[in-house]
């Protein structure tokens, strides 16, 4: 049978402009805060310092419990990024050499044409803008390298600051998963957040930065 040539859609980049080195290494993106980079075994202690305190992880899939379950975390994040289904930066603020925190995201489908993300910081760095100057860079990545054109995110309806931080940056509202999320002994509802690709790349052809609103 002939082979179909090639249509674009133009809400969706070409192929070659979709990087494919990403499963090598990431990137390291700087920002005007922070900088993101790949994760190291050497963030373990900080990790888990950052991200085991209540106050951080009362909304979040249980994050490891010790710093050794933090490096078995961070070798399984190398290797799902290796095949190509999932890739998790740490946040470095600048003037630090230590990660405050971390932002991910993966497939919901083969080729990340749909995905999720998720991200939590030490509760020392909420509030001082790292969220936005993090969050856009990620779903840049996500969009421009990955190739997500549909960008979930679920955060607990009670958690305002989860919820607060997502309309920030122009993710639109959706709906509400009901009693989707165990925690602490109750299913929890959950608010279904989305960006999609075309969105995104109009807000940034527009103001030169995501869909803050
Ligand atoms: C989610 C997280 C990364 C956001 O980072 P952050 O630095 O706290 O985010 P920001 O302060 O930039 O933005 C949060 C926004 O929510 C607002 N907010 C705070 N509490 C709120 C509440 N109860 N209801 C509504 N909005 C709230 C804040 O005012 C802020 O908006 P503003 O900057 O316009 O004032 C961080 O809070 C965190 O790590 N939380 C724990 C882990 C977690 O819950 N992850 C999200 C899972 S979806």
Request: neutral net charge; aromatic residues 10%.
């Amino acid at each position: 049978m002939e082979k179909m040539p090639y249509q674009p859609h133009l809400d969706q980049p070409a192929p070659s402009a979709i990087s494919s080195n990403w499963r090598d290494a990431l990137p390291v993106l700087a920002g005007k805060i922070v900088t993101l980079r790949e994760l190291e075994l050497t963030d373990a202690p900080a990790l888990f310092a950052m991200l085991t305190p209540e106050e951080v992880s009362r909304f979040i899939s249980p994050p490891p419990t010790t710093i050794e379950g933090f490096e078995r975390f961070i070798t399984w994040a190398r290797a799902e990024r290796a095949a190509g289904r999932y890739a998790c930066f740490a946040v470095v603020p600048h003037g630090m050499n230590t990660a405050v925190g971390l932002f991910q995201v993966r497939q919901l489908e083969p080729d990340f044409a749909t995905a999720e993300w998720g991200f939590a910081l030490g509760s020392a760095y909420w509030g001082k803008g790292m969220f936005i100057d993090a969050g856009e860079m990620v779903v840049d990545f996500a969009i421009e390298t990955l190739g997500v054109r549909r960008l979930e995110a679920r955060a607990a309806v009670v958690n305002g600051r989860g919820n607060g931080a997502l309309r920030k940056l122009g993710a639109v509202q959706e709906g509400v998963l009901r009693r989707s999320f165990f925690k602490n002994g109750q299913h929890l509802d959950q608010m279904l957040w989305s960006i999609l690709s075309e969105e995104w790349r109009e807000a940034r052809a527009v103001f030169g930065r995501g869909i803050v609103h």
